[in-house]
Each structure stands twice: as structure tokens, then as C-alpha cells.
């Protein structure tokens, strides 16, 4: 009933900066919060940044004063700006929304599909 689509992933430099988005749409009634975590071959899935309905974010150490994560809520959509990336930083980006469903006011949480960010020289 909720579907998040995720675009912005690709090839770039260290240092480098990309810019992902996360759409959701669907029997949405509310977002409570959106957030972006990461999964590299052979590693957990890592929170890297969340943020909620009344703007309460939160960063993994590793991408602080780096990454920045802000949304949308006319949208539905959630961004996060990467600037200064690194090579540790590849990982399959994958969005994530938890809210209530339109009318039955069912919670939900759904997940996106992912997007690919490989940092390479």
C-alpha cells in the first residue's frame, strides 16, 4: 500500500558529493520518520541517517558533518546530500518510512529497493 522509489545513486570521486532522494507514495496518512541506511557485501545494515516529523535527526558517527539529511513532507520525500565521500562510503543506499496508512490508520514500515553509490577513483 506504500512504495518508496530511491533515485540519485552512481559512480563518483572521493570527495566527491551526490545528492539521493526517496519518494513515497501510496495510502499514505502520515510519515513519522524517514531515514537512509547502508549495506555493503558482508557487513550489517547500518543506520547512516534518520529524521523525523518534527525534525529530529540523526547521523552515524562515521558520515557526521559530512552527510546531511532533510525532507520534504508536501512530497513525501526525504533527501540526503553526501558531500566529501569516501571509498567506505560504497554500499547499497536503501531508504526506509514508517508512518500510518490512509483511513485504517494501519502502521507501516516499507523499504525501498535501493540505490548503488560506489566511490572510486
Known amino acids: 500500500q506504500v512504495q518508496l522509489v530511491e533515485s540519485g545513486g552512481g559512480l563518483v570521486q572521493p570527495g566527491g558529493s551526490l545528492r539521493l532522494s526517496c519518494a513515497a507514495s501510496?495510502?499514505?496518512?502520515?510519515?513519522?520518520?524517514m531515514g537512509w541506511y547502508r549495506q555493503a557485501p558482508g557487513k550489517q545494515r547500518e543506520l547512516v541517517a534518520s529524521?523525523?516529523?518534527?525534525?529530529?535527526?540523526d547521523y552515524a558517527d562515521s558520515v557526521k558533518g559530512r552527510f546531511t539529511i532533510s525532507r520534504d513532507n508536501a512530497k513525501n520525500t526525504v533527501y540526503l546530500q553526501m558531500n566529501n565521500l569516501k571509498p567506505e562510503d560504497t554500499a547499497v543506499y536503501l531508504c526506509?518510512?514508517?508512518?500510518?496508512?490512509?483511513?485504517?490508520?494501519?502502521?507501516?514500515?516499507?523499504w525501498g529497493q535501493g540505490t548503488l553509490v560506489t566511490v572510486s577513483s
Open positions: 526506509n518510512a514508517e508512518g500510518l496508512i490512509l483511513l485504517s490508520f494501519r502502521p507501516f514500515k516499507v
Open positions: 501510496g495510502r499514505i496518512f502520515s510519515i513519522n520518520a
Open positions: 529524521i523525523t516529523s518534527g525534525d529530529t535527526t
